[in-house]
């Protein structure tokens, strides 16, 4: 009998650092499942380029969602879909003066969004997360 592979959940996934970091998964022998709502990262009528660009190093498809974690039910049906194994958070705002001018913005994207997050991943038992905060928000 084959071993599955693990499949790693990215959030923030078209950005700098998640799309790094894809790479690397995908070079690993992990499946990545990958979602973002491209406040910081560039959309490209709902794909994400940095991710093609991802797929033409590694070789590899990237599934990816166009998601916001704010949307619960979204989050919830690609659980539902894809049996998850580990989640990274990259998914965060992160501008420091914009934070200032829009607190509960930030509040509500990065606390709200990660909270929805952990609920969806208790529901489907996955128990596994690398969470990256932005410190230059909070510290």
């Given amino acids: 009998m084959s071993q599955r592979l693990k499949q790693v959940f990215v959030t923030g996934g078209a950005g700098y650092i998640g799309s790094h970091c894809i790479v690397e998964l ?5 499946q990545v499942i990958a979602i973002d709502n491209f406040t910081n990262s560039v959309n490209g009528n709902g794909e994400a380029p940095s991710l093609k660009r991802v797929e033409k ?4 498809k ?7 974690l704010l949307d619960k039910g979204s989050l919830e049906n690609i659980f539902k879909n894809h049996k998850i194994d580990c989640v990274i958070h990259f998914a965060a705002m992160k501008a420091v003066g914009e934070s200032m001018q829009f607190p509960l913005l930030y509040y509500k994207n ?7 997050l952990l609920e969806v991943m208790k529901t489907y038992n996955c128990q596994q997360l690398v969470f990256s905060s932005s410190c230059t928000v909070y510290g």
Avoid: E, P, S
């Avoid at 190093?57 to 590899?60: L, V």
């Avoid at 990065?110 to 929805?116: F, V």
């Fill in 110 to 116: 990065n606390l709200i969004g990660t909270i929805n």
């Fill in 57 to 60: 190093i590694t070789g590899q």
């Fill in 62 to 68: 990237v599934i990816f969602y166009q998601c916001d």
């Fill in 26 to 30: 995908i070079n690993a022998g992990y």
